[in-house]
T-cell receptor, first 112, second 113 residues
Framework: NAGVTQTPKFRILKIGQSMTLQCTQDMNHNYMYWYRQDPGMGLKLIYY???????DKGEVPNGYNVSRSTTEDFPLRLELAAPSQTSVYFC???????????FGPGTRLTVL | AQSVAQPEDQVNVAEGNPLTVKCTYS??????LFWYVQYPNRGLQFLLKYITGDNLVKGSYGFEAEFNKSQTSFHLKKPSALVSDSALYFCAVRLNRGQNFVFGPGTRLSVLP
């Protein structure tokens, strides 16, 4: 049982490039989330999903897109990378009871 | 709107002494409250939660937290701090299973040997 896995661990992008951050969970959780964590700040919710085929915006969705074609996977897409998207990105999941979240190890993204 | 405050950016405590990390919240309704810990270069790990029932909840690694409805607080405590407790601690709140989590800004705990 690997829990929540994220790839890559680190990435450097140039302004205007695109990339997809991968997130997979093997706990059969319905809820999945993407957060970003800026230095010295708490977590801000980017997008979330309550099940396959259903996604919704969080607090800071601009510049990002998501999809949820399966229960296990919840990729986050950056289409036109900007320096303001330099951050650490965390994926999380929780069960239908919706109590505690389980977090992945994070992806550290730098946009130059 | 839900919000969470952690009034201290940094808490320093000597090893063996009791520690408290403060959290206050603002929600319109009965909250679900959580504490998470983040070690360097790692994701957040769940410590404990309050859903209903006894106001004192016990969690992982000897931590506990006390829910105080009148003061809208959910302070994290441990009777005897360890150097290995040094980390970033986040308080979080949600209203019910249909709502998203709102995280506080985090408090950095340093336990000095």
């Amino acid at each position: 049982n690997a829990g929540v896995t994220q790839t890559p661990k680190f990435r450097i992008l140039k302004i205007g490039q695109s990339m997809t951050l991968q997130c997979t969970q093997d706990m059969n959780h319905n809820y999945m989330y993407w957060y970003r964590q800026d230095p010295g700040m708490g977590l801000k919710l980017i997008y979330y999903s309550v099940g396959a085929g259903i996604t919704d915006k969080g607090e800071v969705p601009n510049g990002y897109n998501v999809s949820r074609s399966t229960t296990e996977d919840f990729p986050l897409r950056l289409e036109l990378a900007a320096p303001s998207q330099t951050s650490v990105y965390f994926c999380a999941s929780s069960s239908l009871s919706g109590n505690e979240q389980f977090f992945g190890p994070g992806t550290r993204l730098t946009v130059l | 709107a839900q919000s969470v405050a952690q009034p201290e950016d940094q808490v320093n405590v000597a090893e063996g002494n009791p520690l408290t990390v403060k959290c206050t919240y603002s929600v319109s309704g009965n909250p679900y409250l959580f504490w998470y810990v983040q070690y360097p270069n790692r994701g957040l790990q769940f410590l404990l939660k309050y859903i209903t029932g006894d106001n004192l909840v016990k969690g992982s690694y000897g931590f506990e937290a006390e829910f105080n409805k009148s003061q809208t607080s959910f302070h994290l405590k441990k009777p005897s701090a360890l150097v290995s407790d040094s980390a970033l601690y986040f308080c979080a709140v949600r209203l019910n299973r249909g709502q998203n989590f709102v995280f506080g800004p985090g408090t950095r705990l340093s336990v000095l040997p």
